[in-house]
């Protein structure tokens, strides 16, 4: 059980968007900042967003993110066949001092 | 460029040990606080353990607490992770990972290993 919650998987057509959600609490999330990580198959994860909101300069502008409160959003833009993976968030957790994951979400481009 | 290269994954039976290690490289390797995190075979990202870029600070998961010990070595750019007492449970592909930013130590990591795996079976 992860301290984090992320949907286990979403989909959509090429082109079109997807949004995947994390929800903490106040110990994590409402409390630090937020990073996602994106990890393709039989690949080490790699991250593209942290600070709640900044890309990394390598990733492209289709992915975006959010944080309101104890819960953070991933947006995916323009879909791309590439895009398929699954998808972490994490952050501190100043009560458990330990960083904590989402349990994942698996992109799936229809 | 960074690189993180991990070694000394294997096979090992329950309730004996492994001593992983992550050489780094491409980067100024005593300013960065380092993290070990594993993926059960088909499961998601656990955290195991953080240490500092002084290597004071150390930080562990409750489910390796007291079992595996963090420790760095910066004079050879060494991150290693010692498990003891292992269980099946804690078979997986450990990552080393480094900070983002540079000073005492973060929480999200912009360089991974391609990591080492280990599997606790007897």
Redesign the interface.
Known sequence: Q?VLTQPPSVSAAPGQRVTISCSGNSSNIGK??V?W?Q?LAGT????LI?DNDKR?SRIPDRFSASKSGASATLGITGLQTGDEA?Y?C???DSS?????????TKVTVL | QVQLVESGGGVVQPGGSLRLSCVGSGFTFNNFGM?W?RQAPGK????VA?VSSDGRTK????SVKGRFTISRDNSRKTLDLQLNSLRPEDTAVY?CAKD?YPGDYD????Y????TLVTVSS
């Open positions: 992860s630090n900042y990073a990580y990890q080490a994860p790699k991250l942290y990394l699954d972490y994490g952050t501190w458990l001092n330990a960083v904590v994951f989402g349990g994942g | 993290h995190v998601g990202l656990e955290w953080l930080y562990y998961a409750d990552f983002i929480y999200y990591f912009d991974w290993g391609q990591g």
